[in-house]
């Protein structure tokens, strides 16, 4: 098996190529995105893997095709980034669903804890021996509300740690799991009635926008937003409005909608042209991440695993458990 290995990182060559070795795999390690220009690199190659900005269209799907590219493995849960309908019956799409669901969760409920208690400004106060707090206060968790949005693996291993913070926890899913300690409501009444919303659904037709100016206005003055899963769930433009009108105690935002180009680069150097995004960190109660949820060892050695395992049922024509279509 050969794959062109698409927006190296050293951190992903570091995991993946010990890996490929001991699975006999030969994997060519390409630093750019995969987009139109880039495709061309994988002739040749009996498939791609790709990350989570790297946006495979129908064109891109019909010169894998022709270039008789046959997998697009996906080092990602999320898989609204390929076009699914194109590749459909063509080429197959495997993703790596559930590597860590913990590492997702505990980031999110890392990114509560700072954007409310202001940990990551209270650092930079401290460290120049500025130690006050004014500005800093927050809210107690305890006994608040809580709502979940999408019960899947990471909302599951979310409610866990709320839960522990002595959090009551609403949530809604289109399919409900009854064992969970939680009661499940209809989205409105989740937005009206929870302290702190997160979101751990994916990003489909059905959810994208799902934070938009009318379920804003129907959330409560102060209300927490977490957002680890997908940009696309929040109407940036919305989101900005709220928060100008002080609807927000805080945001914490580990994924944004227009991240190509800009995530997991280094930009400091030069002039952002997304006025959105720019303006989202000129508030003061707006925490931004790049797209690190996932970024734990363990997560790592699991995306590495499971990427060489869909690779080798491909190679030997097992079934493809993790097939997304
Ligand atoms: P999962 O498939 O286990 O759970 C998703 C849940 O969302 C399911 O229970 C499903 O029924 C529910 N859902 C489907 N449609 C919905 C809707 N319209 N409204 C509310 N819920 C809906 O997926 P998992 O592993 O929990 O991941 C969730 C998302 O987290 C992924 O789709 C991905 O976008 C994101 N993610 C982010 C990472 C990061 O590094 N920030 C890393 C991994 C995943």
Same mark, same amino acid.
Do not use: W
């Given at each position: ?12 060559? $570091? ?13 060519? /390690? ?72 913990? $590492? ?9 804890? *700072? ?27 305890? !006994? ?11 909302? !599951? ?25 939680? %009661?499940?409501?209809?989205?409105? %009444? ?26 804003? $206005?129907?959330?409560? !003055? ?6 680890? *899963? ?5 109407? *940036?433009? $919305? ?54 949820? /996932? /970024? ?30």
């Amino acid at each position: 098996m050969k794959i062109a290995f698409y927006g190296t990182k050293p951190y992903d060559r $570091a995991k993946f190529e010990p890996m490929a070795q001991t699975y006999g795999f030969l994997i060519h /390690f390409i630093e750019m995105p995969c987009n139109a220009e880039t495709i061309f690199l994988a002739k040749g190659y009996d498939a791609i893997c790709i990350f989570v900005n790297d946006h495979i269209d129908a064109y891109m799907i019909d010169e894998l095709c022709k270039m008789r590219v046959k997998a697009i493995l996906l080092r990602s849960a999320g898989y609204n980034h390929v076009d699914l309908k194109a590749a459909k019956d063509r080429i197959h799409v495997l993703r790596v669903p559930g590597y860590s669901p913990e $590492a997702v969760a505990e980031y999110a409920a890392g990114l509560l804890l *700072s954007v409310n208690r202001c940990i990551h400004k209270a650092f930079y106060r401290a460290r120049d021996f500025n130690m006050n707090i004014n500005g800093f206060m927050g809210v107690d968790l305890y !006994q608040k509300t809580a709502g979940i949005v999408g019960t899947g693996k990471i909302g !599951q291993a979310m409610i866990r740690i709320l839960k522990g913070f002595g959090m009551d926890i609403l949530a809604y899913d289109p399919y409900p799991n009854d064992k969970l300690p939680v %009661e499940y409501v209809t989205l409105d %009444e989740l937005f009206s009635q929870s302290d702190v919303i997160s979101l751990h659904c994916p990003l489909m037709k059905e959810t994208k926008h799902i934070i938009n100016k009318k379920s804003i $206005a129907k959330m409560k !003055q102060g209300v927490y937003l977490v957002n680890t *899963s997908r940009g696309a769930l929040i109407d *940036s433009e $919305a989101l900005i409005d709220g928060l100008v009108a002080g609807k927000f105690g805080g945001v914490g935002l580990d994924v944004y909608e227009e991240e190509e180009g800009i995530f997991y680069e280094d930009c400091s150097n030069h002039i952002v042209m997304d006025e959105v995004l720019a303006r989202l960190m000129t508030f003061p109660n707006v925490l931004i991440t790049s797209h690190m949820g /996932f /970024f734990t060892k363990e997560a790592m050695d699991a995306i590495a695993l499971q990427t060489m395992e869909n690779a080798y049922a491909i190679e030997n024509e097992l079934p493809l458990v993790n097939k997304v279509l």
